[in-house]
């Protein structure tokens, strides 16, 4: 069975950061590449970050670029999403999402992704 499951959202002051993850299983995390998105109520779903767990490249929206990073643990098939220096305007639940592209390269926000996870709520303080 394919399951993305996403933990470490939480509340936390602006300034603050968290960790998030994105645990895959049931498919060949290699051949993926990981997306994180967030949706805030009443807005469209945004793209954050890509990362390709086989090649350790990432790209960021321009939103959160210099304040969110994303790496990966293949030994444990995880993403992580590290958020630094939170601003309100971050407050969504954030999704994890795998798209398939072979040797696992990075793909656009708007490609079409395989699976998602239930997602992680973010809460940023003011």
């Known amino acids: 069975e394919v399951q993305l499951v996403e933990s470490g959202g939480g509340l936390v002051q602006t300034g603050g950061s968290l960790r998030l993850s994105c645990a895959a299983s049931g498919f060949s995390f290699d051949d993926y590449a990981i997306t994180w998105f967030r949706q805030a109520p009443g807005k469209e779903r945004e793209g954050v970050a890509c990362?390709?767990?086989?090649?350790?490249?990432?790209y960021y929206a321009d939103s959160v670029k210099g304040r969110f990073t994303a790496s990966s643990d293949n030994a444990k098939n995880t993403v992580y999403l590290q958020m630094d220096n939170l601003k309100p305007e971050d407050t969504a639940v954030y999704h994890c999402?795998?798209?398939?592209?072979?040797?696992?390269?990075?793909?656009?926000?708007?490609?079409?992704?395989?699976?998602w996870g239930q997602g992680t709520q973010v809460t940023v303080s003011s």
């Open positions: 990362i390709s767990p086989s090649g350790g490249s990432a």
């Open positions: 999402a795998a798209a398939y592209t072979d040797r696992g390269t990075l793909v656009s926000f708007g490609y079409e992704h395989d699976y």
